[in-house]
Every structure is written in C-alpha cells, then in structure tokens.
C-alpha cells in the first residue's frame, strides 16, 4: 500500500497559516512514509470558487516547498458524485426533502424549548408520493439526506450507533450517530456537499490517511457510515488541533488573517512560516528549522496538544530573525542585487548587516547608510561635535581593513581622553545618522575613506 494524502482547500480565499498546518502534517507524513501527496481543489462552490485563488494556493505551496504528486479538482467529478448519489437513493440511504430553511429554523427552536436535541427528525420519511408531487408542483425542489444507520427496523425509532476508530492523534476515538441530523448530502439544485464529495473522491483517489482539523471528528464518524454505505474502504483518519489568533478567535481565508500571501509580500521567510505553523502545540522550543525535512523529524502526530494553540505574530518575528541571521551570502544575493547593494563589496556587506535584519528587505536600510546617506543627520552636541570634528583629522589612510575602526578610535580615544560609549557614540551617529547598527569595524571599509570624510559633521 501506497501511503497517499490528501490536502483539500476550496479556493475562495488565500491560504492562511491555519491551512499550512493542515497541509504540513500532510505533506510531512507522506514523505516519512514515502507515499504521495494530493492536491485537491474543493471548488463546488460554483459562486465563491475563483481561478486566481486555485493559482495561489499552489503558488503559496510551493513557496513552503510543498509540489503535489496529483492535482484534482472536484469541479471535474461531478459525474462521479452523481452515480454515487444514484447509488445511495436506489438502496434508500438518500432520501428527499423538502423544508426550507426558515422551515427547519422553526423546528429547531421548538425543539429547544422543550429542551430537546436539534436533530432531524426524518419528517420527509413520511412524505407520500402523492405529497411529494404537490410540493413539487409549488415549485419546491427537494436536497437529499443521507439515512444514517443509527436504528434497527424502525427509522424513527433511533439508538445509539457508536462508530470508533483509533485517531492518528487523538487516539481512540468514538461519535455516537443517534445523536447527529441526517446530513444533507446534495442540495436542492443539484450541487454535492463536501461531506459527501469528499469521501467519494478519497475512495476514487486511493487515499489512504486523512489528517485535518479536529472540527471535523463529529463529521469523521458520519463519513465512515457512508464510506460504509458505498462499499468504500475507509482511511485512517487522524484530527489534529486548530490555531487560533492571540485572542482566542479562529483564523479566517474571508479575513486575509495571517495568509500565506500576505506574510510572503512581507518578506518572511518560508522556513520561518513553516515551522511556527508545525511546531505551536508540539513539545519542545518552537525553533526555526533550516528545511522541511529536519521540521518532519520534529513530527510526531501523537504529540499534539489536544487543545487549541495561539500563533503569536511575534514568535514569527523571532524565528524569522533567527533565520535571516544564519543566511549565507549565497542565500541572498540574488536579493541584494534586486536592492542594488553594489557587486564587488555585496559579501562583506550582507556577513557585515545580516545580524541587524529581521528580514532580508531591512538590508535596504544599511544599503543606503553604507553607500548612500545617513539615515538621518547626526544629533551632536556641542561638546561631541567638537569631538568628532577632532577625531576625523585623525582618519587612518588608505588602504582601509577591519583594523581601521580600531586604529581610528584608538587615536581618538589617545588624542581626547574619551572610552566606552562616550568616545564609540558620537562617531557612529555622525557616520550613520543611528545610534545601533552593524560593529562599525566591518561598515567602515565598505563606506570607504571618501564617503567617511564627506559625513563630517
């Protein structure tokens, strides 16, 4: 048996960040068992789905370094959910019909103010062929119920049916049908509903594990009944925990909450994304991984928190840095050439700046203190002014090395009597405009004996 996964979004929205830990655990999973990754567009929704989203969703993979093995859309199957439809309506287990919504509304709140469940009551049961008709000649159109298995002889006369299976995270794990509404399986114009596409497209796709949200466990035990009912060999199903904002509040694709797109045009780092999106609610540190294979080895689907983790911006913040600080000049010099950090010094420059980046854009920052101006005009006092102007008589001659600051302040620091911060300060505001940076030893031959001097205050 091939191991084979599935990752199914819809494509009405870009992907955010609570997707990317679905589609990890997935994508993770399947390469430790040497298996297969699918891609499945979940796009009945005919008014929501969009194109240019569907294009997103792989372009925003593949910036994590996720590349399918098989690409579907369910778009395109929908004869295959129709023969399955016809197949559960000629053995019964479909049925029509024909509430409305505000219908079913009203139902419900009768129900709870008897203080009974809200579920179903199978009313369109009792339907007669005649009444059907009538209903049909009002223009109603009915949506079809899949009849759960959770009675005996007697459809109304319902008992508790427990389906239970051993979760690939939460361990055993058991949804009692009894409890649950038939769920509608197909609308009243013809459009399927993920509950029911979905398990016709595992068993047509050869899915063998299904990993997802664990808002899905109470919708797991009603797709085995119909895997079930269909003669479809149900996968193991493993139901991970969901993210959630600092505040408690579920991410959203309608919201653009932390999308995959949106941190991207940021400038983080996909490896930074990646391993916050794995490793909240996982024991151990949440670290930057260098690439997704050493991220898999920190997998172990048994051990995720059963509870919802919080994804803390600023833990992406951190492990971005930690990041950006280790990159090699060879990691970004295709950047820096885009930023227009001259060629023959773009090394030294990058070793020099990388400690002071969150993210390889803010080296445009240091560009521009490097070889362009300061960041602002120096805030000098009087007193260190005077200083300043003392110490750049004293400027080291070419050639200049990492020994020139050195050689530079000590002179200064012979000629004034000035140490520590009184004597480094002054010289690093009036040659950067900040007073924080790069160690000034590394920034003074890329700026050059010219460029220095023209900084004299």
Not at 178 to 203: I, K
Request: with cysteine; hydrophobic share 40%.
């Amino acid at each position: 048996m091939i191991v084979t996964v599935r990752f199914a979004p819809s494509p009405t929205g870009y992907l955010h960040i609570g997707n990317l830990r679905t589609a990890l655990f997935n994508w993770l999973f399947a390469k430790a068992e040497g298996g297969q990754f699918v891609l499945r567009y979940d796009d009945t929704d005919r008014e929501r789905s969009r194109q240019e989203y569907a294009d997103a969703i792989r372009e925003d993979l593949a910036w994590i370094g996720i590349q399918p093995d098989a690409v579907l859309r369910q778009s395109d199957r929908i004869a295959l959910y129709d023969a399955a439809a016809e197949r559960l309506k000629a053995a019964g287990l479909l049925y029509p019909c024909y509430e409305t919504t505000d219908e079913l509304d009203r139902r419900r709140k009768r129900a709870a103010a008897r203080n009974l469940p809200p579920v179903y009551g199978r009313e369109a049961l009792r339907l007669t062929a005649e009444e059907k008709a009538a209903l049909e000649t009002e223009g109603r159109r009915p949506h079809w119920r899949f009849l759960l298995p959770n009675f005996d002889d007697d459809p109304f006369k319902t008992r508790r049916t427990e389906v239970a299976w051993t979760d690939l995270v939460r361990g055993e794990q058991v949804v009692d049908l009894a409890s649950l509404s038939d769920p509608v399986l197909v609308r009243e114009d013809g459009s399927v509903l993920y509950t029911f596409c979905s398990v016709v497209d595992d068993g047509d796709s050869g899915i063998t594990h299904v990993i997802r949200g664990d808002d899905h466990v109470t919708n797991t035990g009603v797709q085995m009944a119909i895997f079930q009912a269909l003669g479809i060999p149900a996968p193991a199903f493993g139901h991970h925990n969901l993210l959630t904002t600092l505040s408690g509040e579920g991410l959203s694709k309608r919201s653009g909450a932390l999308s995959l797109r949106s941190l991207r045009e940021d400038g983080y780092e996909a490896m930074a994304v990646a391993s916050l999106a794995t490793l909240v609610g996982l024991p151990g540190s949440v670290d930057a991984m260098a690439d997704l294979e050493s991220l898999g080895a920190r997998v172990d689907l048994t051990k995720i928190s059963p509870s919802a983790s919080k994804f803390d911006p600023a833990e992406l913040d951190r492990l971005n840095a930690e990041l950006v600080h280790a990159k090699p000049y060879g990691a970004v010099a295709e950047a820096l050439a885009a930023l227009d950090v001259p060629e023959p010094k773009a090394e030294a420059f990058w070793l020099a700046v990388r400690g002071n980046c969150e993210r390889v854009g803010e080296a445009a920052l240091w560009r521009d203190v490097v070889f362009g101006a300061p960041a602002s005009a120096a805030e000098l006092s009087e007193e260190d002014r005077a200083f300043v102007n003392a110490a750049f008589d004293l400027l080291p001659d070419d050639p200049w090395d990492g020994t020139t600051w050195k050689r530079w302040t000590d002179a200064a620091k012979a000629a004034s009597g000035r140490k520590g911060r009184a004597l480094f300060m002054p010289l690093r505001l009036a040659l950067t405009g900040l007073d924080h940076g790069p160690e000034m030893g590394a920034l003074l031959p890329l700026m050059g004996r010219e460029r220095v001097i023209s900084r004299r205050p």
